[in-house]
């Protein structure tokens, strides 16, 4: 904890603090993130998604215990995984817990046709989808069609999503050690592109040309590109600088 609270500050403060979202802290851990920024005294409070991993009925204690700590922490997001068959019941409890001024983002869990009916009900919900692409094993990746047929509903559907998990680096790749292809974030940005435009979505995300790809982000109009952000709203990384290095190689910062 202290390591990623010292890397987060820094890099808020750093030359590419635009880069930098929010802290993700799971409500696990939530006392520990507290302990360390009253030694640290932060200039002001850190901007925070919440990452429930204590089940549905541990929201409201931990959204307390933020809100209560409001010199330390600002709550922007609430993300927690929905059961497998993502209940309206359930759905509203969310909608219930979490306050109205903080992102809910929900992840429906992967895997057949009633995977994106589960996508389509969080929607309708008014909370974010959240797309999980990568992770310990090779079931945690989503193929190149998964990932295609997730935008085509979030594209249409009029909200943004976040990714997670496995996007190291900017242009899709295999690792040499586990032999996995991770998804890069710059390909799901083209990808969401092509998919407001109706363009050819797959072809951008089976792609490991990083210049071709670099080219098509950087020739976005300035009202396409606003329009992508408010589709592929936000990412998690487990890293701060592997993402800027990338996108200063590829000549896009």
């Not at 109009?221 to 701060?240: K, N």
Request: hydrophobic share 45%.
């Amino acid at each position: 904890m202290p390591d990623a609270v010292r890397g987060h500050l820094d890099a808020r403060a750093g030359d590419w603090a635009g880069a930098v979202g929010l802290f993700l802290c799971p409500a696990s851990r939530l006392a520990e993130l507290i302990t360390e920024l009253i030694k640290v005294k932060p200039v002001k409070p850190i901007a925070l998604s919440l990452v429930i991993d204590t089940g549905l009925g541990g929201v409201p204690k931990a959204v307390s215990i933020v809100e209560s700590r409001s010199e330390l922490l600002a709550l922007r997001m609430v993300e927690m995984p929905a059961p497998s068959d993502v209940d309206e019941v359930w759905l509203e409890r969310v909608s219930e817990f979490v306050p109205e001024d903080v992102i809910r983002v929900v992840e429906p869990r992967r895997g057949g046709p009633e995977w994106l009916d589960g996508v389509r009900r969080v929607i309708e919900h008014g909370s974010w989808p959240k797309l999980r692409c990568g992770g310990l094993s090779k079931e945690n990746f989503p193929s190149v069609d998964e990932v295609a047929d997730f935008l085509a509903v979030v594209s249409s559907g009029g909200v943004a999503f976040k990714a997670t998990a496995g996007l190291h680096h900017a242009v899709r790749y295999t690792d040499a050690e586990t032999g996995f292809t991770h998804h890069g974030f710059l390909n799901l940005l083209v990808a969401t592109a092509r998919a407001l435009s109706g363009g050819d979505v797959r072809a951008a995300l089976s792609s490991s040309d990083g210049e071709a790809l670099a080219k098509e982000a950087g020739e976005l109009s300035d009202q396409a590109a606003h329009a992508v952000r408010g589709v592929f709203a936000s990412y998690g990384s487990c890293s701060l600088d592997e993402p800027v290095t990338d996108l200063e190689e590829l000549g896009l910062l």
